[in-house]
């Protein structure tokens, strides 16, 4: 079965200081990862996928494939950093749909 | 661009009646739509994947007959809670992906909370 897991419900930082979230996933064939952001009070919103390795607000995300990781990094935190984030692989070969797989997410707040 | 907006945002009903959330993709043609259910401080739940002009896929324990799903054109999905109780209060999200069979980015809609009385 696909899982996820993202083992800090909780996380909470100084402004400045690095972040990790931590994301593990458990998945045939080879996925692709997402990381989905939601702020308060605002709809979920790509923040980046592993196959565009992009940079975007300054979080980027390494795919582990020998740990099965995804963990996503900032180093300097910022206060409008703080929102609830969400690891989500998905297939990455047809023949069915394209669901996503959503961890239980990780409340990280940056404090000033 | 790629902007999914939602309809009600929010909605009160009494147990027994039905309610229809309707998703829809503004700027861009959506060829699969998702449903999720997502109750407080808690993720995503995905309920149902649909395309357009087929019969929507629905996740193991989901009730087909309770969540009816229509995704009659590119930009329109709607879901129907059939004789709702105030266990199917929630929030429901819809995404909407180009992609077909939803590869590609989802965009998710604002989301509707249903509070079923």
């Known amino acids: 079965a696909q899982r996820v897991t993202q083992p800090e419900k909780l996380l909470s930082v100084f402004k400045g200081a690095p972040v990790e979230l931590k994301c593990n996933y458990s998945?045939?064939?080879?996925?692709?990862l997402f990381w989905y952001v939601q702020y308060s009070r605002q709809r979920l919103q790509l923040l980046l996928r592993?196959?565009s390795r992009e940079s975007i607000k300054g979080f980027t995300a390494d795919l582990n494939k020998g740990e099965t990781s995804f963990h996503l990094k900032k180093p300097f935190a910022q206060e409008e950093d703080s929102a609830m984030y969400y690891c989500a692989p998905h297939p990455n070969s047809g023949g069915s749909n394209y669901k996503l797989t959503f961890g239980k997410g990780t409340l990280l707040t940056v404090n000033p | 661009g790629a902007v999914v907006s939602q309809h009600p945002s929010w909605v009160i009903c009494k147990s027994g009646t039905s309610v229809k959330i309707e998703c829809r993709s503004l700027d861009f043609q959506a060829t699969t739509m998702f449903w999720y259910r997502q109750f407080p401080k808690q993720s995503l739940m995905l309920m149902a994947t649909?395309?357009?002009?087929?019969?929507?896929?629905?996740e193991q324990g989901v009730e087909k007959d309770k969540f009816l799903i229509n995704h009659a054109s590119l930009t329109l999905s709607t879901l129907t809670v059939t004789s709702a109780h105030p266990e199917d209060s929630s929030f429901y999200i819809c995404?909407?992906?180009?992609?077909?069979?939803?590869?590609?980015?989802?965009?998710f809609g604002p989301g509707t909370r249903l509070t079923v009385l």
């Open positions: 592993h196959i």
């Open positions: 995404s909407a992906a180009q992609g077909f069979l939803g590869a590609d980015t989802q965009y």
């Open positions: 649909s395309n357009e002009g087929s019969k929507a896929t629905y």
């Open positions: 998945y045939s064939g080879s996925p692709e």
